[in-house]
């Protein structure tokens, strides 16, 4: 389990929309041009539980904490 999933503060709806605006912001950027549009990719996460959801923000709290993650693309 993520070390980050028990004190969670955001809704699943929230992780979905920061994950699908990051994901929007490196395809703007070309960095992400031969993936799926956003549309898919967000039905994508729709599946994903919400510990993988978390696991998906690739966070931890050395480089980048969930709650920096979610106030950047929230």
Do not use: C, W
Not at 20 to 48: K, T
């Amino acid at each position: 389990m993520h070390d980050d999933l028990p004190k969670i503060r955001y809704s699943r709806e929230q992780l979905i929309a920061a994950l699908a605006a990051e994901y929007e912001h490196f395809s703007n950027q070309e960095v992400l041009e031969d993936y799926p549009p956003v549309s898919e990719y967000i039905e994508q996460l729709n599946g994903l539980s919400d510990e993988q959801l978390v696991i998906a923000t690739e966070t931890d709290d050395t480089e980048l904490t969930l709650d920096e993650f979610m106030s950047h693309y929230l």
